[in-house]
Structure formats: C-alpha cells, structure tokens
C-alpha cells in the first residue's frame, strides 16, 4: 500500500482475520500430533501455513492422544499470536496432540538501508 510515495504496512488484526482462516489453522493443530504448524505473515496479511507431521515408528500406548475437539483457549491464543503482526511467523509445537510452545518472529524492514556497495542489505 503507497500513501504520498511512502510504503504503509498493515498490521495484522483480528478485523483481517476471517472464522474460516482461524478454522483452518486451528484445524491444522488440532489435527497434528506431533510437529509444527508454521504461519507466514507478510505485508499484515497471512500469506501460508505449513504443516509439518511426524510420525512416530514405534508403536508406543502412552503417546496415544485420542479425540480432539476444538478449545476456545487455543483458538483465542491463534488470534493473538497474530494481532498487530507485520512481517514474520508464528510456529506452534505440538506433541501428544497439544501444544507445548509458539513462537513469534516479527521481522522489522528498514527503508533506505544499503549495504556497504549500496546495493541494500
């Protein structure tokens, strides 16, 4: 988005982010054992999820997660490990059907920086 010749990033915000979106993302975990669901923001706007799915050899009873249903608690931590992102992702790590972390990156761009032969960074 240009304003003046300026760039104007949007943030991310829940308004940007629709009920079938947060679905399928918490689909995405809700469905994944154990691995990562990966979620790229560029721009303020969601661009990819990536799921990542390990699969376990062994056949081990005690890592069994049974059913899972949908959780407000979850669903209400996806939207604000997204609220005000600009560029960056969120990773949420998941074993024995739960998540165990997440973590945010937000990237920061610089207008005008060059690199020492001006030809950016």
Not at 42 to 58: A, E, M, P, W
Not at 66 to 92: A, H, M, N, T, Y
């Amino acid at each position: 988005m240009k304003d003046d010749g300026k760039v104007i990033h949007r943030q991310l915000s829940t308004a940007n982010i629709g009920n079938s979106v947060v679905d399928s993302i918490e689909d995405a975990i809700i469905g994944n054992d154990f691995g990562t669901v990966v979620l790229t923001v560029q721009d303020g706007h969601l661009l990819q999820i990536d799921i990542v799915r390990k699969n376990l050899l062994v056949s081990a009873p005690e890592l069994a997660t049974g059913s899972q249903r949908r959780d407000p608690v979850l669903r209400s931590r996806i939207v604000k490990s997204l609220e005000g992102l600009k560029f960056g992702q969120v990773i949420f790590a998941v074993k024995q059907g739960k998540v165990v972390q997440i973590e945010r990156t937000e990237k920061t761009k610089w207008p005008r920086v060059e690199g020492l032969h001006g030809d950016g960074i």
